[in-house]
Protein backbone atom coordinates (compact mmCIF):
# COMPACT_ATOMS: atom_id res chain seq x y z
CA UNK A 1 0.00 0.00 0.00
CA UNK A 2 0.99 3.43 -0.76
CA UNK A 3 0.80 6.83 1.06
CA UNK A 4 0.32 8.27 4.34
CA UNK A 5 -2.60 7.79 6.53
CA UNK A 6 -3.96 10.67 8.27
CA UNK A 7 -6.60 12.39 10.08
CA UNK A 8 -9.02 15.26 8.63
CA UNK A 9 -8.44 18.14 11.09
CA UNK A 10 -10.68 20.55 9.18
CA UNK A 11 -12.64 20.79 6.23
CA UNK A 12 -13.18 24.23 4.07
CA UNK A 13 -15.05 24.13 0.87
CA UNK A 14 -13.49 20.89 -0.60
CA UNK A 15 -9.68 21.90 1.24
CA UNK A 16 -8.72 19.79 4.06
CA UNK A 17 -6.39 20.01 6.35
CA UNK A 18 -4.89 16.10 7.42
CA UNK A 19 -2.63 15.80 10.32
CA UNK A 20 -0.40 13.10 9.60
CA UNK A 21 1.86 12.48 12.31
CA UNK A 22 3.52 15.70 13.67
CA UNK A 23 2.78 17.19 9.93
CA UNK A 24 -0.34 18.90 8.70
CA UNK A 25 -0.63 18.70 4.84
CA UNK A 26 -3.48 20.78 3.07
CA UNK A 27 -4.97 18.49 0.54
CA UNK A 28 -7.69 18.48 -1.96
CA UNK A 29 -9.62 14.99 -3.03
CA UNK A 30 -9.98 14.07 -6.53
CA UNK A 31 -12.77 15.45 -9.20
CA UNK A 32 -15.54 16.88 -7.59
CA UNK A 33 -15.85 14.89 -4.72
CA UNK A 34 -16.69 16.46 -1.38
CA UNK A 35 -17.64 13.61 0.66
CA UNK A 36 -14.56 14.09 3.19
CA UNK A 37 -15.43 15.08 7.00
CA UNK A 38 -13.70 16.10 9.37
CA UNK A 39 -12.44 13.19 11.48
CA UNK A 40 -12.23 11.01 8.88
CA UNK A 41 -9.29 8.76 8.53
CA UNK A 42 -7.78 9.04 5.14
CA UNK A 43 -5.30 7.52 3.06
CA UNK A 44 -3.45 10.66 1.41
CA UNK A 45 -0.89 11.02 -1.28
CA UNK A 46 1.33 13.62 -0.92
CA UNK A 47 1.88 15.64 -4.06
CA UNK A 48 4.67 18.15 -2.97
CA UNK A 49 5.74 18.89 0.67
CA UNK A 50 2.67 19.51 2.92
CA UNK A 51 0.17 18.71 0.27
CA UNK A 52 -1.37 15.77 -1.22
CA UNK A 53 -4.64 14.33 -2.63
CA UNK A 54 -6.87 12.55 -0.23
CA UNK A 55 -7.16 8.99 -2.00
CA UNK A 56 -9.78 6.77 0.12
CA UNK A 57 -11.77 7.85 3.04
CA UNK A 58 -11.62 4.59 6.04
CA UNK A 59 -14.32 3.19 7.19
CA UNK A 60 -16.94 5.29 9.68
CA UNK A 61 -17.16 4.30 12.72
CA UNK A 62 -20.11 6.86 12.42
CA UNK A 63 -21.21 9.52 10.65
CA UNK A 64 -23.24 12.79 12.18
CA UNK A 65 -24.78 14.98 9.64
CA UNK A 66 -27.14 17.05 8.57
CA UNK A 67 -29.29 17.90 5.46
CA UNK A 68 -31.79 19.78 3.80
CA UNK A 69 -34.18 18.93 0.55
CA UNK A 70 -31.10 18.35 -1.98
CA UNK A 71 -28.22 17.30 0.00
CA UNK A 72 -26.11 15.67 3.38
CA UNK A 73 -24.20 18.59 4.78
CA UNK A 74 -21.56 16.34 6.50
CA UNK A 75 -20.56 17.39 10.08
CA UNK A 76 -18.24 14.84 11.42
CA UNK A 77 -17.13 11.69 10.98
CA UNK A 78 -16.16 9.00 13.77
CA UNK A 79 -17.85 11.07 16.52
CA UNK A 80 -18.19 8.91 19.69
CA UNK A 81 -20.30 11.68 21.53
CA UNK A 82 -22.14 15.10 20.90
CA UNK A 83 -22.17 17.48 23.51
CA UNK A 84 -24.99 20.00 22.87
CA UNK A 85 -24.18 23.71 24.63
CA UNK A 86 -26.65 25.91 26.07
CA UNK A 87 -26.77 28.69 28.12
CA UNK A 88 -28.90 30.26 30.69
CA UNK A 89 -28.40 33.26 28.47
CA UNK A 90 -29.07 34.26 25.42
CA UNK A 91 -32.23 32.02 25.21
CA UNK A 92 -31.38 28.54 23.50
CA UNK A 93 -33.78 27.00 21.07
CA UNK A 94 -35.89 23.84 22.06
CA UNK A 95 -36.55 22.93 18.52
CA UNK A 96 -32.48 22.88 17.58
CA UNK A 97 -31.09 20.71 20.68
CA UNK A 98 -34.09 18.60 20.15
CA UNK A 99 -33.11 17.82 16.09
CA UNK A 100 -29.40 17.34 17.47
CA UNK A 101 -30.06 14.66 20.04
CA UNK A 102 -32.30 13.31 17.12
CA UNK A 103 -29.55 12.98 14.97
CA UNK A 104 -27.10 11.79 17.62
CA UNK A 105 -29.71 8.86 18.19
CA UNK A 106 -30.07 8.35 14.37
CA UNK A 107 -25.97 8.19 14.11
CA UNK A 108 -25.91 6.21 17.25
CA UNK A 109 -24.01 8.54 19.11
CA UNK A 110 -24.05 9.35 22.61
CA UNK A 111 -25.44 13.28 23.67
CA UNK A 112 -24.91 15.48 26.58
CA UNK A 113 -26.37 18.72 27.07
CA UNK A 114 -23.93 21.08 28.85
CA UNK A 115 -26.14 23.92 30.51
CA UNK A 116 -23.18 26.97 30.67
CA UNK A 117 -23.77 30.51 31.99
CA UNK A 118 -25.15 28.84 35.52
CA UNK A 119 -23.50 32.43 37.38
CA UNK A 120 -26.53 34.23 36.05
CA UNK A 121 -28.28 32.93 38.49
CA UNK A 122 -31.87 35.17 38.26
CA UNK A 123 -31.79 33.07 34.76
CA UNK A 124 -31.34 29.47 35.82
CA UNK A 125 -34.12 28.28 37.54
CA UNK A 126 -36.05 29.02 34.25
CA UNK A 127 -33.32 27.55 31.97
CA UNK A 128 -33.14 24.06 34.76
CA UNK A 129 -36.56 23.78 34.03
CA UNK A 130 -36.38 23.95 30.41
CA UNK A 131 -33.37 21.19 30.22
CA UNK A 132 -35.33 18.88 32.46
CA UNK A 133 -36.93 17.65 29.93
CA UNK A 134 -33.84 16.15 28.17
CA UNK A 135 -32.86 14.73 31.62
CA UNK A 136 -36.00 13.39 31.64
CA UNK A 137 -35.20 11.04 28.34
CA UNK A 138 -32.39 10.00 29.98
CA UNK A 139 -29.61 12.43 28.31
CA UNK A 140 -27.07 13.94 30.70
CA UNK A 141 -27.36 17.16 32.09
CA UNK A 142 -24.21 19.01 32.94
CA UNK A 143 -24.26 22.32 34.86
CA UNK A 144 -20.88 24.70 34.16
CA UNK A 145 -19.80 28.19 34.46
CA UNK A 146 -16.76 28.70 31.52
CA UNK A 147 -16.42 32.48 33.14
CA UNK A 148 -16.91 32.00 36.58
CA UNK A 149 -15.94 28.43 37.51
CA UNK A 150 -13.93 27.66 34.87
CA UNK A 151 -11.65 24.81 36.44
CA UNK A 152 -15.05 22.98 37.56
CA UNK A 153 -16.16 23.14 33.99
CA UNK A 154 -12.65 21.07 33.31
CA UNK A 155 -13.33 18.61 35.89
CA UNK A 156 -17.10 17.76 34.89
CA UNK A 157 -16.55 17.87 31.17
CA UNK A 158 -12.48 16.51 30.52
CA UNK A 159 -13.21 13.24 32.38
CA UNK A 160 -15.97 12.47 30.26
CA UNK A 161 -14.25 13.38 26.93
CA UNK A 162 -11.29 10.88 27.84
CA UNK A 163 -10.58 8.62 25.10
CA UNK A 164 -13.45 9.90 22.88
CA UNK A 165 -13.81 11.70 19.95
CA UNK A 166 -16.43 14.42 21.00
CA UNK A 167 -18.09 17.35 19.32
CA UNK A 168 -19.22 20.46 20.75
CA UNK A 169 -22.33 22.49 19.16
CA UNK A 170 -24.25 25.05 19.96
CA UNK A 171 -26.02 28.23 18.95
CA UNK A 172 -23.62 31.67 18.80
CA UNK A 173 -23.61 33.29 22.05
CA UNK A 174 -23.80 30.06 24.44
CA UNK A 175 -20.22 29.99 25.29
CA UNK A 176 -18.84 26.98 23.01
CA UNK A 177 -15.61 28.41 22.18
CA UNK A 178 -15.19 29.92 26.14
CA UNK A 179 -15.38 26.25 26.51
CA UNK A 180 -13.76 24.85 23.74
CA UNK A 181 -10.63 27.36 25.03
CA UNK A 182 -10.91 25.79 28.45
CA UNK A 183 -10.53 21.85 27.86
CA UNK A 184 -7.81 22.37 24.61
CA UNK A 185 -4.82 24.65 25.64
CA UNK A 186 -3.75 26.52 23.11
CA UNK A 187 -7.30 26.31 21.19
CA UNK A 188 -6.42 30.00 20.00
CA UNK A 189 -3.21 28.97 18.41
CA UNK A 190 -4.16 26.14 16.82
CA UNK A 191 -7.21 27.59 15.24
CA UNK A 192 -4.70 30.80 13.85
CA UNK A 193 -2.37 27.80 12.61
CA UNK A 194 -5.36 25.64 10.60
CA UNK A 195 -7.26 28.90 9.59
CA UNK A 196 -3.83 30.41 7.90
CA UNK A 197 -3.20 26.64 6.16
CA UNK A 198 -6.77 26.40 4.46
CA UNK A 199 -7.44 30.16 4.00
CA UNK A 200 -4.46 31.47 2.46
CA UNK A 201 -4.79 33.96 4.80
CA UNK A 202 -8.05 35.54 4.30
CA UNK A 203 -10.25 36.46 6.82
CA UNK A 204 -11.56 33.55 9.15
CA UNK A 205 -14.87 32.08 8.15
CA UNK A 206 -16.05 29.53 10.21
CA UNK A 207 -15.37 26.05 9.71
CA UNK A 208 -15.42 22.64 11.62
CA UNK A 209 -11.92 21.39 13.61
CA UNK A 210 -10.71 18.93 15.48
CA UNK A 211 -8.43 19.14 18.14
CA UNK A 212 -6.28 16.24 19.32
CA UNK A 213 -5.28 15.80 22.92
CA UNK A 214 -3.04 13.19 23.23
CA UNK A 215 -3.24 9.97 20.91
CA UNK A 216 -6.84 8.65 21.81
CA UNK A 217 -8.65 11.88 22.72
CA UNK A 218 -10.32 14.49 19.64
CA UNK A 219 -12.40 17.74 20.82
CA UNK A 220 -14.22 18.93 17.60
CA UNK A 221 -15.53 22.67 17.42
CA UNK A 222 -18.19 22.92 14.61
CA UNK A 223 -19.60 26.91 13.43
CA UNK A 224 -22.92 27.69 15.00
CA UNK A 225 -25.92 27.15 12.90
CA UNK A 226 -29.21 28.08 12.87
CA UNK A 227 -30.81 25.24 11.05
CA UNK A 228 -30.15 21.59 11.39
CA UNK A 229 -32.46 20.09 8.97
CA UNK A 230 -32.88 16.24 9.43
CA UNK A 231 -34.27 15.41 5.77
CA UNK A 232 -32.25 12.46 5.42
CA UNK A 233 -34.14 10.50 8.26
CA UNK A 234 -36.63 8.27 7.09
CA UNK A 235 -39.70 7.20 9.61
CA UNK A 236 -38.69 4.11 10.59
CA UNK A 237 -35.25 6.03 11.66
CA UNK A 238 -37.38 9.09 13.19
CA UNK A 239 -39.86 6.78 15.42
CA UNK A 240 -36.46 5.01 16.87
CA UNK A 241 -34.40 8.15 17.58
CA UNK A 242 -37.39 9.92 19.60
CA UNK A 243 -36.60 8.11 22.67
CA UNK A 244 -39.49 8.37 24.67
CA UNK A 245 -41.70 6.96 21.47
CA UNK A 246 -39.58 3.17 22.09
CA UNK A 247 -41.87 2.14 25.10
CA UNK A 248 -45.02 2.32 22.76
CA UNK A 249 -44.07 1.54 19.58
CA UNK A 250 -45.75 -2.03 18.83
CA UNK A 251 -49.22 -0.67 20.68
CA UNK A 252 -50.63 1.12 18.33
CA UNK A 253 -54.00 0.12 16.33
CA UNK A 254 -52.23 -0.23 12.94
CA UNK A 255 -48.76 -1.82 12.59
CA UNK A 256 -47.76 0.88 10.31
CA UNK A 257 -49.24 3.57 12.18
CA UNK A 258 -47.30 7.18 11.64
CA UNK A 259 -48.26 8.79 14.84
CA UNK A 260 -50.11 11.70 13.14
CA UNK A 261 -54.05 11.58 13.78
CA UNK A 262 -54.69 7.69 13.56
CA UNK A 263 -57.22 6.56 16.01
CA UNK A 264 -55.93 3.80 18.44
CA UNK A 265 -52.07 5.39 18.46
CA UNK A 266 -50.77 4.65 21.39
CA UNK A 267 -47.89 7.52 20.92
CA UNK A 268 -50.92 10.18 20.76
CA UNK A 269 -52.33 8.52 23.68
CA UNK A 270 -49.20 9.22 25.63
CA UNK A 271 -48.94 13.24 24.48
CA UNK A 272 -52.46 13.22 25.57
CA UNK A 273 -51.62 11.64 29.10
CA UNK A 274 -48.26 14.15 29.30
CA UNK A 275 -46.09 11.08 28.97
CA UNK A 276 -44.76 12.86 25.95
CA UNK A 277 -43.90 16.21 25.57
CA UNK A 278 -46.14 17.99 23.44
CA UNK A 279 -43.29 19.61 21.66
CA UNK A 280 -42.18 17.17 21.13
CA UNK A 281 -44.32 15.27 18.98
CA UNK A 282 -44.78 18.77 17.32
CA UNK A 283 -40.99 18.19 16.08
CA UNK A 284 -41.61 14.76 15.03
CA UNK A 285 -44.34 15.76 12.85
CA UNK A 286 -42.33 18.43 11.22
CA UNK A 287 -39.14 16.28 10.54
CA UNK A 288 -41.90 13.32 9.26
CA UNK A 289 -42.75 16.18 6.99
CA UNK A 290 -39.09 17.14 5.87
CA UNK A 291 -38.26 13.80 5.12
CA UNK A 292 -41.26 13.23 2.75
CA UNK A 293 -39.84 16.89 1.01
CA UNK A 294 -36.26 15.23 -0.26
CA UNK A 295 -35.56 15.93 -3.78
CA UNK A 296 -31.81 14.94 -4.23
CA UNK A 297 -29.06 12.60 -3.29
N1 LIG B 1 -21.90 35.08 32.31
C1 LIG B 1 -21.23 34.22 31.58
N2 LIG B 1 -20.85 34.54 30.33
C2 LIG B 1 -20.18 33.64 29.61
C3 LIG B 1 -19.87 32.35 30.10
N3 LIG B 1 -19.22 31.68 29.13
C4 LIG B 1 -19.12 32.52 28.08
N4 LIG B 1 -19.70 33.71 28.37
C5 LIG B 1 -19.81 34.89 27.50
O1 LIG B 1 -20.76 34.62 26.48
C6 LIG B 1 -20.38 35.28 25.28
C7 LIG B 1 -20.33 34.26 24.16
O2 LIG B 1 -19.27 33.36 24.43
P1 LIG B 1 -18.50 32.58 23.30
O3 LIG B 1 -17.59 31.64 23.97
O4 LIG B 1 -17.93 33.53 22.31
O5 LIG B 1 -19.75 31.85 22.67
P2 LIG B 1 -19.93 30.93 21.41
O6 LIG B 1 -21.02 30.00 21.77
O7 LIG B 1 -18.66 30.36 20.95
O8 LIG B 1 -20.50 31.94 20.39
P3 LIG B 1 -20.02 32.27 18.92
O9 LIG B 1 -18.58 32.60 19.01
O10 LIG B 1 -20.91 33.42 18.55
O11 LIG B 1 -20.32 31.00 18.15
C8 LIG B 1 -19.04 35.94 25.55
O12 LIG B 1 -19.27 37.28 25.84
C9 LIG B 1 -18.53 35.19 26.77
O13 LIG B 1 -17.67 35.97 27.54
C10 LIG B 1 -20.27 32.02 31.42
O14 LIG B 1 -20.05 30.94 31.96
N5 LIG B 1 -20.96 33.00 32.11
ZN1 LIG C 1 -49.17 5.29 16.43
Request: hydrophobic residues 45%; aromatic residues 8%; glycine residues 8%.
Given at each position: MTGKIGTVIAAHGRHYLVQVDDIRLQCVTRGKKSDVAVGDIVRIKETSPNQ????????????????????????????????????????????????????????????????????VAELLPKARERVALYASLGYPVHEVSARSAPDAACD???????????????????GKS????????????ATREISAALDSGKHTTTFTRLYAIGRDTAIID????????????????????????????????????????????????????????????????????????????
Open positions: GVIESIGERKTLLYRSDQYKSKLLAANVTQLFIVVATEPGFSDDLVSRALIAAEAAGIAAHIVLNKTDTLLPLMRSQSSILIGQSGMSLINLLVPDADISPGFQEFGLYHLSEGMLERAFREFGQHLGHCRFYNCHHLTEPGCAVLAAVDANAIAPMRHALYQQLLHESSQKIGY
